[in-house]
T-cell receptor, first 114, second 111 residues
Framework: DVKVTQSSRYLVKRTGEKVFLECVQDMDHENMFWYRQDPGLGLRLIYFSYDVKMKEKGDIPEGYSVSREKKERFSLILESASTNQTSMYLC?????????????FGPGTRLTVT | KQEVTQIPAALSVPEGENLVLNCSFTDSAIYNLQWFRQDPGKGLTSLLLIQSSQREQTSGRLNASLDKSSGRSTLYIAASQPGDSATYLCAVDPAGYALNFGKGTSLLVTP
């Protein structure tokens, strides 16, 4: 089974702190994604990466950056956390093989910025 | 940008009923369409994926159909159970990378 894990289920940070959210997948997938999910707004893409050290902006990249130094790991960085970044953050991955297009999600990180 | 709409936003049915969830999208040029289930406070679980060349996919009591020309997909759930209560999300893949999601249908199946 494909497994996507996220470093924390719940996180509480203060305004202005630098926050790291880590995501690891174990299926050698080329593509990895970070979404945020908010009530009434649904899932929105922040960034994605299609290869090591490669990244593309999604719909709402402002206030975020990402890092992909190894194929299995994709990090989301909040340079200076703000209260409007309180949200559920979901990581996903997708690759090739018997299911070339299916996207798999991690359990999510509920981030609260106070 | 591809817009994805799910109707209804919420649905409550008694146990045992068959039900249909609807998804529509604005651009028929898609690679595939994927249905997910999300339980409260959890991540998304993939239910079914329909490639653009396919018309439907089935898994157990679930059947998803795709009509690209009309920009519609339906998820049919047979003989619903209380354990089916969750939010169901439809997502289209326009370019082979990230997905465009609908806002979901919140389903409650009552005993």
């Amino acid at each position: 089974d494909v497994k996507v894990t996220q470093s924390s289920r719940y996180l509480v940070k203060r305004t202005g702190e630098k926050v790291f959210l880590e995501c690891v997948q174990d299926m050698d997938h080329e593509n990895m994604f970070w979404y945020r999910q908010d009530p009434g707004l649904g899932l929105r893409l922040i960034y994605f990466s299609y290869d090591v050290k490669m990244k593309e902006k999604g719909d709402i990249p402002e206030g975020y950056s990402v890092s992909r130094e190894k194929k299995e790991r994709f990090s989301l960085i909040l340079e200076s956390a703000s209260t409007n970044q309180t949200s559920m953050y979901l990581c996903a991955s997708r690759g090739s093989g018997s299911k070339p297009y299916e996207q798999y999600f991690g359990p999510g990180t509920r981030l609260t910025v106070t | 940008k591809q817009e994805v709409t799910q109707i209804p936003a919420a649905l409550s049915v008694p146990e045992g009923e068959n039900l249909v969830l609807n998804c529509s999208f604005t651009d028929s040029a898609i690679y595939n369409l994927q249905w997910f289930r999300q339980d409260p406070g959890k991540g998304l679980t993939s239910l079914l994926l329909i490639q653009s060349s396919q018309r439907e996919q089935t898994s157990g009591r679930l059947n998803a159909s795709l009509d690209k020309s009309s920009g519609r997909s339906t998820l049919y759930i047979a003989a619903s159970q209380p354990g089916d209560s969750a939010t169901y999300l439809c997502a289209v893949d326009p370019a082979g990378y990230a997905l465009n999601f609908g806002k979901g249908t919140s389903l409650l199946v009552t005993p």
